[in-house]
C-alpha cells in the first residue's frame, strides 16, 4: 500500500512540477533576466571582465530549469505520499482529500511561508557569494525548527481537541506556533545584502514568483494526491465487496 502511494505521489509530483516549470518561466525568468543584467551592469561599470558563462542563459531556463523543478516535484511528491500515509486516518474524520489538502495547506506554511518571512528567496547579484553556506545553514535551521513546531501544533490540537472543540483547538495550536516562530525569528540573526541601488520591483515580483512556484507545486499535489487516494480506495472498496459476495 505504501509503496503504490510513494508511486502515486511522485507521479502527482512530476505533473506539479510541469505546471510549476510553465509558471516559472513565464513570471520567474523574466526577473532572473532583469537581475543578471543588473549585476552586468554593475561589474562593467566596476571595471570588471565579464565572468565566464559555463552555462548558457538558454540552457539554464530551458532544459536545467525543467530538470530541478520536476526532480524537486517528484521528490516532493514522494515525500508529501509518506507523510500522507502516516497522518490518514490520525486527523479526525477526515477523508482521502481533506486530509491530503490539509497537509498540503500545513506543509505549504511551515516549510515555505515561515522561513520565507525570515530568509526570503534572493535573485542573482542579491547576496556576497561567501556568505552562501552561511545563509543556507540558517534556512535549513528554519524550516527545521518550522516543521518540528507545526508536528508540535498538530499534536498540541489533537490532545485540546475533545477539551475545547474543534475551532478553539486549532485557535490555540496556531497561536503556539506563530509563538515558536517570532521566538525562533528573533533568536536568528539577520540577512540583508540586497544592493541599495537593486531595483526593489524585481526583487518584489522575484520573490512573489517563486512563492507562485511553490504554491502551483504544493496545491497541485495537496488537491491531485487527495483526489488519486480517494479514487485508488474506492476502487480497493469496491473489489473486497465483489470478492465477498461472489
Known sequence: MVGKLLLRGMLVGLIAGILAFAFARVYGEPQVDKAIAFEEQKAQAAGEAPEEEIVSRTTQAGIGLATGVLVYGAALGGIFSLVFAFAYGRLGSLGPRGTSALLAVLGFVAVIVIPGLKYPANPPAVGNP?????????????????????????????????????????????????????????????????????????????????????????????LAFGAVVERQLATRSQGGLARRYA
Open 130 to 222: 561567501e556568505t552562501i553556506g552561511y545563509r543556507t545553514e540558517l534556512f535549513f535551521i528554519m524550516i527545521l525548527v518550522s516543521v518540528a513546531a507545526m508536528v508540535a501544533a498538530v499534536g498540541l490540537a489533537q490532545r485540546l481537541w475533545k477539551q475545547l472543540g474543534a475551532w478553539n483547538a486549532a485557535i490555540v495550536a496556531a497561536l503556539a506556533y506563530l509563538v515558536v516562530f517570532a521566538l525562533v525569528k528573533a533568536a536568528l540573526p539577520n540577512i540583508n545584502e540586497v544592493p541599495e541601488d537593486f531595483s526593489a520591483m524585481v526583487l518584489w515580483q522575484f520573490r512573489v514568483a517563486s512563492l507562485g512556484i511553490q504554491l502551483v507545486l504544493w496545491a497541485v499535489i495537496g
